[in-house]
Nanobody, 115 residues
Framework: VQLQASGGGLVQAGGSLRLSCAAS????????LGWYRQTPGKQRELVAS???????DYAESVKGRFIISKDSAKNTVYLQMNSLKPEDTAVYYC??????????WGQGTLVTVSS
């Protein structure tokens, strides 16, 4: 499975962006899909995830501001980011887990939030 992330860019604090991650294959059976982010010198951190049954989970720092969703018909997972803060600046990566053995990463998309 190949993943193509898009939607990053430069936005002012308080603004919104929507990231998209299009998969080359079906995401219907994927156990979990997620968005991670990474800043220089720091470990990649989980931002949001959505399970096969639709259950979502969020990092405390983005709860109430970010929304993860998926469209199985389009094989795409989204991350709607609202009320963006400068500390949300990072490279965002999508990730899908097919099973306990197989998982895939997309290329990163840069989000820059100016103050």
């Amino acid at each position: 499975v190949q993943l193509q992330a898009s939607g990053g860019g430069l936005v002012q604090a308080g603004g919104s962006l929507r990231l998209s991650c299009a998969a080359s294959g079906s995401i219907f059976s994927m156990i979990v899909l997620g968005w991670y982010r990474q800043t220089p010198g720091k470990q990649r951190e989980l931002v949001a995830s959505i399970k096969k049954d639709g259950t979502t989970d969020y990092a405390e720092s983005v709860k109430g501001r970010f929304i993860i969703s998926k469209d199985s018909a389009k094989n795409t997972v989204y991350l709607q980011m609202n009320s963006l803060k400068p500390e949300d600046t990072a490279v965002y990566y999508c990730h899908v887990r097919k099973n306990v053995i197989s998982a895939y990463w997309g290329q990163g998309t840069l989000v820059t939030v100016s103050s």
